[in-house]
């Protein structure tokens, strides 16, 4: 027996959604060009992500989104009188793979602490975090900038509990309560913290992009903005170029989009230049991100003097890691995306651009590889890849990952012309069938199984045809250009429409000229 | 002078099973005569706050049924037993002595007492305490004040104090009680029972309704030594739902109850005989401790210099964990809610003001200060520094005797309202208590005698980490000469 769904009184201030909170400062006026660059950014990200353990961090209960309202749920998640945290071991090696793949050193023996506030989803009125001793600290993510390559540091990485959701629309009476959600309480949490090292919007964009990008390859979490499981923070501030100290910071919330983050972020510091130039203060505070009317708005709220009172939490032992542990997650790390590019790159001869689109996830580049590895010719496979396929997916605005041709056809396919059993022609017209049908290539094939010519006869025809319709071509051959040989095979292949057997094609344009 | 009083002893755990297993009593008969005599009795003392007769009884029946099919009994089958309001179970109001409590049905139950029912015990109710377990003397009960059997104008100690008094008026053979800074020892002292302070991690805390997370503890209150170490066997053990709870093995705490103290060190620490400590319950500790080394023990004279930090350093440390584990209470997901509230502020400030009782807003308001920006190093950090240091004490002392003695309590039970105006002199209560608290150590209050009034004098033995047995060993000695006299 669970404690019913009781809906809370009128919201206060805190708990307004951003809808609802009043204007409090104008539109920001465009600050022209010349102005902007008197000024650096200062920026720092604080990222949460959710893990993807099976249970949550504290409990047994399933950790799954979209869930009926308060079903996963139990005395020690709903905070119930008398119940006790116990930690998941699954998310201590999630945390910890997450901290390796970032560079980060981890402690031995760190310490969880509660953090106190009230607010109606956090059912035991503190989050079980960590404050003075981290999971992990010192860590950095390298990014690609105008200038070459960056390195920001991550401060700490730490591990925390997620809280539930308040619900203050969608009930007939939303207008006077709240209605709580506790299903995400539980759920294991890492916040990752930036070093103020980012000093534009597009390399917060880059580096959420491959903090992003190396947590889904080592598994730890899906990393879904829209359903929550990756949410950003940025503490953004304003100094006049060649400045040494900080400016006053805002902490920007809810940047909860990769769409979004270069206009908030852009939108911050245009805000704060302006309030510089016109011979203003910024005011250090939480400003929340509102992507529909693309601007922030302060919370106003009483946030800034807030003492969490963080102490160490008594009820969980120190956590302190084993070797044990320490040597499956170190057995869990997989080659990590910035490894795996370079690697790819000199052993499939692919573009930079082909690596980044075959590593989107770590998924994608596992399946063309193993595809690759299984074909006779492991270059044809990537060759495919960048001549026929991102071609059809971009033209059809399609993902990799919904591709109708999996990596293992491109395999098949690849194989077939290795044999030189499809010419070129026949490839093209099988990927587009695939991509009309949205079936995969080897049933397009097995279905179409294009005719070959392969009888030497009956090609030697085609080329004595070819040969006496072109004189002036055998000339040039005879006299010593070799490579004409190539505009004599496309003529025969056209008049085979497309079937003469390729490699048979070749040997007997070559013999004939020769002859 | 007459007092009146309401004592009466109950029978003891080998009573009950050798009345079961003979068929002279059948289990269901020793539950509804436990009623029979709360009924009697609780309306002056009482001990409980809710009963659950129906449940009883049908646990009862389970154990005549084994008994008819002559099978093998559990330990402690059909053994009455209460548990004090702190301890959740199942199906039954859990009010933790509060009125933001006051409704509220568990739903689930604690590990110690789903122990207790899996060894057969006869679970009869749920019992008064101090609201959270906060207090010396059960007067912060919401629910009204305790009454102390050997004395009815007199309080029977806190915050167990209604899992005393129940003892002590045979309205249960055990009860279950929980010590944070005395809250066991000291009752039992006040109402001339046993009660033991487990070490820190020896029995599950799951269930228990938290006042200060890294000093409580679950521990049995019984009428002899031995029926506590018996429940304190079926209690004890590694709880997977309780990341404190340790792993190591529960030994039979009755196999050495009888060998006696002869060749045993005992230490005696100068700091628990000083100024404050009443000259009846020094002459009864005193005389107790001449008849030990009597019996052959060693006493030995020690120090435990850091004692008189102790007091303020437990004040530090409860009241600022009390601080965060009293955040639920907050009337959002259960409980008492203020009904006048319209605002999400309001309604939290309303529904913990009068939801919660003054000495758990006084502590809830010391704890916070305690964590508070600023305040935190002198404090909260001082404290836990102190709190290493008063460890290393008894880890010293430990190194050179077996057990430690002294009083449990500076005085007899004192009277109703005597102090309930001075929440310093009640903080002095816990004086010889809250030190094994911090220190994480067990201990054992055994009656030793009585003052001049008749009340009830307890000695309390202090052991080493995970030395229960040890500490239960000298309880028997000393209740053996309580025996002689
Ligand atoms: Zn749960």
Known sequence: MLPQARPLPNPDSRLSSAAKIKLSMATTASVPPEILAKYEAVIGLEVHVQLLTATKAFCG?????????????CPVCLGLPGALPVLNEKAVEYATLASLALNCQVRDRSIFARKNYFYPDLPKGYQISQYDKPLAEHGWIEVPTPAGTKRIGITRLHMEEDAGKSLHDGFPDSATRTYVDLNRCGTPLIEIVS?????????????????????????????????????????????????????????????????????????????????IESGGRVVQESRLWNANEGRTYSMRSKEQAHDYRYFPEPDLPPLVLTARLKEEVVKLMPELPEARRKRMIAEYEITEQD???????????????????????????????????????KARCLELEQSPITMKGIAFAADLAEEGKLSSKQLKQLFDSAFESGEDFPAVYEREKPQQITDPAAIEK??????????????????????????????????SKGQANPALLNELVTKKLDG | MTVETAVSRPLSIAEVRRSIESGSSKASELAAAAYEQIHARDPQIHAYLSLNPERALEQARRID?????????????????????????????????????????????????????EAGAIILGKINCDEFAMGSSNENSAYGPVHNPHALDRVPGGSSGGSAAAVAAGM???????????????????????????????????????????????????????DAAITLGVIAGHDPMDATSSPRPVPDYTADLDKGVAGLKLGVPAEYFAEGLDAEVRAAVEKTIEQLRASGAEIKPISLPHTRYAIPTYYVIATAEASANLARFDGVRYGFRAKDANTLSAMYRRSRDLGF????????????YALSAGYYDAYYKKAQQVRRLLTDDFLKAFAEVDAILTPTAPTPAFKLGEKTDDPVSMYLADIYTVTASLAGICGVSVP?????EGLPIGLQILGKHFHEAMTLRVAQAVESLQGEQ
């Open chain 1, 61 to 73: 209960c399933a950790n799954q989104f979209g869930a009926p309202p308060n079903t996963n749920v």
């Open chain 2, 65 to 117: 049924d084994l008994a008819a099919k002559g099978g093998p009994l559990p330990p402690l089958a059909g053994v009455p037993v209460g548990i004090k309001d702190v301890l959740t179970i199942e199906g039954l109001p859990a009010t933790a002595g509060s009125k933001i409590l006051e409704g509220y049905t568990a739903p689930y139950t604690a590990t110690s007492v789903r122990k207790l029912e």
């Open chain 1, 355 to 393: 690596a980044q689109t075959l590593t989107a996830t770590r998924s994608l580049a596992d399946q063309f590889e193993s595809a690759a590895r299984a074909a006779k010719n492991p270059k044809r496979v990537a060759n495919l890849v960048q001549s026929e396929l991102t071609s059809r997916l």
């Open chain 2, 357 to 368: 009782g003054p000495e758990v807003k006084r502590r809830i308001m010391l704890g916070t």
């Open chain 2, 448 to 452: 030793c005698g009585k003052s001049g």
């Open chain 1, 462 to 495: 085609m080329i004595d045809e070819v040969i006496a319709a072109n004189p002036k071509q055998v000339e040039q051959y005879r006299g010593g250009k070799k490579t004409v040989a190539a505009f004599f095979v496309g003529q025969v292949m056209k008049l």
């Open chain 2, 172 to 226: 249960a053979v055990a009860t279950l009680g929980t010590d944070t800074g005395g809250s066991i020892r000291q009752p039992a002292s006040f109402c001339g029972v046993v009660g033991v302070l487990p070490t820190y991690g020896r029995v599950s805390r799951y269930g228990l309704i938290a006042f200060a997370s890294s000093l409580d503890r679950v521990g049995p209150f019984a009428s002899n030594v031995r």
């Open chain 1, 195 to 275: 070093e103020p090292d980012i000093r534009t919007p597009d390399e917060a964009y880059e580096y959420l992009t491959r903090l992003k990008e190396i947590l889904l390859f080592t598994g730890v979490s899906d990393c879904n903005m829209e359903e929550g499981s990756l949410r950003c923070d940025a503490n953004v501030s304003v100094r006049l170029r060649g400045a040494e100290k900080f400016g006053t910071k805002a902490e920007v919330k809810n940047v909860n989009s990769f769409r979004f983050i270069r206009a908030a972020l852009e939108y911050e510091i245009e805000r704060q230049i302006e309030i």
